[in-house]
């Protein structure tokens, strides 16, 4: 039986499931991740609602997505347009916030480069993750 792992993006962070989770199908799969995603974002569903829960096969094969909007039972009331809408505007801003995240970790680099440089100290690193992702190569 292969083993399904989860990757959950929020607000900028990333979490990774490194156990994972045996289930018969990819299907399955997708099933389990929306019952995650529900009970992630109960009783904050507002605050929740561009979260990304994405799934993996065997820690590789990218099976599916999924956004929290989609699987938000507070919108079950919504006309399947206004839903729709309410899902787009939601995936934008996941994106927002990816892309929001990636400029504050080379705004990151850039201090700690050039503090570097300056013989200064500097944040090494952050959550676990190096601020500056050229060091290995120093």
Same mark, same amino acid.
């Given at each position: 039986?292969?083993?399904?792992?989860?990757?959950?993006?929020?607000?900028?962070?990333?979490?990774?499931?490194?156990?994972? $989770?045996?289930? #018969?199908?990819?299907?399955?799969?997708?099933?389990?991740? %929306?019952? $995650? @995603?529900?009970?992630?974002?109960?009783?904050?569903?507002?605050?929740?609602?561009?979260?990304?829960?994405?799934?993996?096969?065997?820690?590789?094969?990218?099976? %599916?997505?999924? +956004?929290?909007?989609?699987?938000? #039972?507070?919108?079950?009331? +919504?006309?399947?347009?206004?839903?729709?809408?309410?899902?787009?505007?939601?995936?934008?801003?996941?994106?927002?916030?990816?892309?929001?995240?990636? @400029?504050?970790?080379?705004?990151?680099?850039?201090?700690? +480069?050039?503090?570097?440089?300056?013989?200064?100290?500097? +944040?090494?690193?952050?959550?676990?993750?190096?601020? $500056?992702?050229?060091?290995?190569?120093?």
């Amino acid at each position: 039986m292969p083993t399904y792992n989860f990757k959950l993006r929020s607000n900028g962070d990333c979490l990774t499931d490194d156990v994972g $989770v045996a289930l #018969p199908d990819a299907a399955t799969a997708h099933r389990y991740a %929306c019952g $995650v @995603a529900r009970d992630l974002m109960r009783c904050r569903e507002t605050a929740t609602r561009h979260w990304l829960l994405e799934v993996y096969q065997n820690r590789g094969r990218h099976v %599916c997505d999924v +956004l929290f909007a989609s699987v938000d #039972p507070t919108l079950d009331h +919504l006309r399947r347009e206004t839903r729709t809408l309410v899902e787009s505007v939601n995936a934008k801003r996941r994106v927002l916030e990816d892309e929001i995240y990636s @400029a504050k970790l080379t705004m990151d680099d850039s201090r700690a +480069l050039i503090a570097r440089s300056r013989g200064k100290p500097y +944040l090494i690193a952050r959550n676990g993750e190096l601020t $500056v992702r050229s060091l290995d190569r120093v």
